[in-house]
């Protein structure tokens, strides 16, 4: 009978969601997606929680954060500036007129690039636009795009060079902005001024006109995961979510005398 009696109460304590926590009991009450809208663990609870979804596949330097009592807490960072440059399908290059003085004829863009392609290694490939940046481009125009020799392969850059040379004497400061795509999805842009070099031959926007420059780590991605999971929260905590995350899966439970 002591036993059967044993085993009964084993069974009811396996079955009802029920546990010691700090000399208290935890009881289930409901599973939560919290947002960017601020909550509050309500008095007589604890939030426990579970997962953190992410909003977007950018990668982004200032990493994925929620806010508890209105404090950061970055869930996940990734290094700066590493990765850029790898598992790569195209890079297009835009350019305009900055509109400012000091023109010229018009202005060439080149990138010359070295890296590898699906792991096998090449040097010295090039790009560089056909047609000239003149006064005329007020907006950003098309002047070349950079993908695998074949296009189901994936482009990893190592180190290249990226400068304006002259049409007609002399160049025109330009902008030039640089859309890099990724095999996954993802995109990351950034726009370079490039001067006027009133008759020299090139103006050197990254690296040079004869020399590369070396991109850090392009075959290594950091990851750095800095909020250990779950985590618990004691009543009256402030949650929301933050920087590129959508929300949060919470277990609501009932804190028990």
Known sequence: MKIRSGILILIITLINP?????QKTLEFNQIKLVTNVEETVPAGKVWKIESIMPN?????????????????????????????????????FEGKWDGTSCTGGGTYLVFSYNGSESGLPFQ?????????IT??????QNLFTV??????????ITSFRLYTTNYGGSH????????????????????????????????????SSSSYF??????????????????????????????????ISVIEYNVIP
């Open 56 to 92: 977007t596949a950018v990668r982004y330097d200032n990493g994925y954060s929620i806010k508890i009592n209105s404090k950061t807490i970055y869930v996940h960072t990734y290094s700066a500036g590493i990765k850029y440059w790898d598992n790569i399908s195209s890079i297009v």
């Open 172 to 207: 025109i400061p330009v902008k030039i902005r640089m859309t890099v795509n990724y095999s996954d999805g993802t995109t990351q842009q950034t726009e370079y001024n490039g001067g006027c070099c009133c008759g020299n031959s090139y103006y050197d926007i990254i690296g």
């Open 124 to 132: 010295n490939r090039s790009k560089s636009s056909s047609n000239y």
């Open 135 to 140: 006064t005329s481009w007020t907006n950003y």
């Open 214 to 247: 070396q991109v850090q780590a392009a075959s290594r991605d950091y990851f750095y995961t800095t909020m250990q999971l779950p985590a618990w929260l004691p009543e009256n905590t402030t949650l929301k979510a933050d920087n590129n995350i959508e929300y």
């Open 18 to 22: 029920i546990f010691a926590f700090t």
């Open 147 to 156: 993908t695998p020799q074949n296009l189901n392969n994936a482009l990893s």
